[in-house]
């Protein structure tokens, strides 16, 4: 995106409108669709809800267990319906990174709208073949003894990684946890950190 | 299809490319395609995997010198085209019309709004899963191998995991089968599984070490195997 020549994105621009007023004049598009798109995700506060559950999950041990086998009755108790989230634990030995190499498959319902390096080519070819050089562009080192587990989203579940809590956090509450809770941890490509993390 | 889209294991795309506090859309346009993205599924004027097969059949140059909603764009116009709900020539006539004259509203080419209640609008995608019309033909723990299919429709087995043996990790029930779905032959709702892979079985020596891959693939690309991974 913005690689395009600008005769392209006028183009493209020129199309989307198209499109959008022959939907409107068809009744397909309702009128105020795109505000509430905007709407929608201005005000979108991202990886919001992953992040809670993962807080909710490191301060509860018996959310814990449900988040990792039942994400459905996990994420009914913060308010979220949604029953194709499979939710993969980091632990000591294993390291657990999402993608989707066939398309973009992203788990938006708890996580918001993904990333623009996620859709792309670099990322979707990388990540199964050589994920700890991937990893390492992230700043992550994955020690070889560990295992690393790659899931490519090829069907309708949608996965979110359950990264390792950050050394000293003992003190903190979910509150206080959950603005440490990356996005890109919830993908696998970050750990948590004390310091807030970018992005 | 063996199409531009199947990107694992592709060599040379380079580093990941990140970008600081992304905003959700780049351009007002990418609001607009996601909006007619969610407008069309809600209406049923498509589903999910004719969705994705029409953005498979973009041009494979210009899937990879263009973004995410681009393809959308792409394969959105070229569903709706094919189903009949727009034609090729008003789609084209009205974008040269918006070329020709940039600063006009979108509504200075709506013949007339529909005076109809508001069609629907929804947020949430259809869910996939379905009553099992057989019993699972494997269970966990099962060594399988995956068929070396080549269609030249929508299918959801990568090519990176093609002929390779694996493992079922686990059953996720009976989910509609894009195979099909994306072709008007029907749901035919198929066993899901996870399989995990070592990663060697993929991509040989040049794998990394101690690593695995889980995929969900539908029964219909298994066999049963010898096992590894």
């Given at each position: 995106?913005?690689?395009?020549?600008?005769?392209?994105?006028?183009?493209?621009?020129?199309?989307?409108?198209?499109?959008?007023?022959?939907?409107?004049?068809?009744?397909?598009?309702?009128?105020?669709?795109?505000?509430?798109?905007?709407?929608?995700?201005?005000?979108?506060?991202?990886?919001?809800?992953?992040?809670?559950?993962?807080?909710?999950a490191?301060?509860?041990p018996?959310?814990?267990?449900?988040?990792?086998?039942?994400?459905?009755?996990?994420?009914?108790?913060?308010?979220?319906?949604?029953?194709?989230?499979?939710?993969?634990?980091?632990?000591?030995?294993?390291?657990?990174?999402?993608?989707?190499?066939?398309?973009?498959?992203?788990?938006?319902?708890?996580?918001?709208?993904?990333?623009?390096?996620?859709?792309?080519?670099?990322?979707?070819?990388?990540?199964?073949?050589?994920p700890?050089?991937?990893?390492?562009?992230?700043?992550?080192?994955?020690?070889?003894?560990?295992?690393?587990?790659?899931?490519?989203?090829?069907?309708?579940l949608?996965?979110?990684?359950?990264?390792?809590?950050?050394?000293?956090?003992?003190?903190?509450?979910?509150?206080?946890?959950?603005?440490?809770?990356?996005?890109?941890?919830?993908?696998?490509?970050?750990?948590?950190?004390?310091?807030?993390?970018?992005? | 299809?063996?199409?531009?889209h199947?990107?694992?294991?592709?060599?040379?795309?380079g580093?990941?490319?990140?970008?600081?506090?992304?905003?959700a859309?780049?351009?007002?346009?990418?609001?607009?395609v996601?909006?007619?993205?969610?407008?069309?599924?809600?209406?049923?004027?498509?589903?999910?995997d004719?969705?994705?097969?029409?953005?498979?059949?973009?041009?494979?140059?210009?899937?990879?010198?263009?973004g995410?909603?681009?393809?959308?764009?792409?394969?959105?116009?070229?569903?709706?085209?094919?189903?009949?709900?727009?034609?090729?020539?008003?789609?084209?006539?009205?974008?040269?019309?918006?070329?020709?004259?940039?600063?006009?509203?979108?509504?200075?080419?709506?013949?007339?709004?529909?005076?109809?209640?508001?069609?629907s609008f929804?947020?949430?995608?259809?869910?996939?899963?379905?009553?099992?019309?057989?019993?699972?033909?494997?269970?966990?723990?099962?060594?399988?191998?995956?068929?070396?299919?080549?269609?030249?429709?929508?299918?959801?087995?990568?090519?990176?995991?093609?002929?390779?043996?694996?493992?079922?990790?686990?059953?996720h029930?009976?989910?509609?089968?894009?195979?099909t779905?994306?072709?008007?032959?029907?749901?035919?709702?198929?066993?899901?599984?996870?399989v995990?892979?070592?990663?060697?079985?993929?991509?040989?020596?040049?794998?990394e070490?101690?690593?695995?891959?889980?995929?969900?693939?539908?029964?219909?690309y298994?066999?049963?195997?010898?096992?590894?991974?």
């Open positions: 995106m913005g690689k395009n020549h600008p005769n392209v994105d006028k183009y493209v621009e020129s199309r989307v409108r198209a499109l959008e007023s022959l939907l409107l004049e068809k009744g397909i598009l309702p009128v105020d669709a795109v505000d509430r798109v905007i709407q929608r995700y201005e005000a979108d506060t991202g990886p919001l809800v992953g992040a809670r559950a993962v807080a909710r490191w301060r509860d018996d959310y814990k267990r449900r988040l990792l086998g039942d994400s459905r009755a996990a994420l009914a108790e913060l308010g979220v319906e949604f029953d194709m989230l499979r939710v993969v634990e980091n632990t000591p030995a294993v390291h657990n990174m999402v993608v989707c190499t066939l398309c973009s498959c992203y788990p938006w319902v708890v996580m918001g709208l993904p990333p623009t390096w996620y859709k792309m080519p670099a990322y979707r070819s990388r990540a199964v073949a050589e700890r050089k991937v990893l390492g562009e992230f700043g992550v080192e994955v020690a070889e003894s560990r295992e690393i587990r790659v899931w490519d989203s090829s069907a309708e949608r996965y979110m990684v359950l990264p390792e809590p950050p050394a000293g956090s003992e003190h903190l509450d979910e509150a206080g946890l959950v603005p440490l809770i990356s996005r890109d941890a919830l993908i696998g490509v970050a750990e948590v950190r004390l310091t807030p993390p970018r992005g | 299809m063996d199409g531009v199947d990107l694992g294991g592709m060599h040379g795309f580093p990941v490319k990140r970008e600081a506090n992304e905003p859309f780049h351009a007002p346009w990418e609001a607009v996601y909006a007619i993205m969610r407008a069309s599924m809600s209406n049923g004027l498509y589903n999910l004719e969705f994705r097969h029409g953005i498979e059949r973009m041009d494979p140059a210009h899937y990879l010198r263009s995410y909603y681009e393809h959308w764009l792409d394969g959105i116009a070229r569903v709706l085209v094919e189903k009949g709900v727009v034609s090729a020539e008003e789609l084209e006539r009205r974008t040269e019309f918006f070329s020709a004259r940039p600063d006009a509203p979108t509504t200075a080419a709506v013949r007339n709004l529909p005076a109809t209640p508001a069609p929804g947020w949430l995608a259809e869910p996939s899963e379905r009553a099992a019309t057989a019993p699972p033909r494997f269970k966990p723990g099962d060594p399988v191998i995956t068929r070396n299919i080549h269609p030249r429709g929508h299918t959801r087995l990568p090519r990176y995991a093609r002929g390779r043996r694996g493992v079922i990790h686990a059953l029930g009976a989910h509609v089968f894009p195979d779905h994306a072709h008007g032959e029907g749901e035919q709702p198929q066993a899901l599984y996870s995990r892979f070592d990663a060697r079985e993929m991509f040989g020596e040049a794998a070490p101690n690593q695995k891959i889980y995929i969900d693939l539908w029964e219909p298994l066999e049963p195997g010898a096992p590894r991974g």
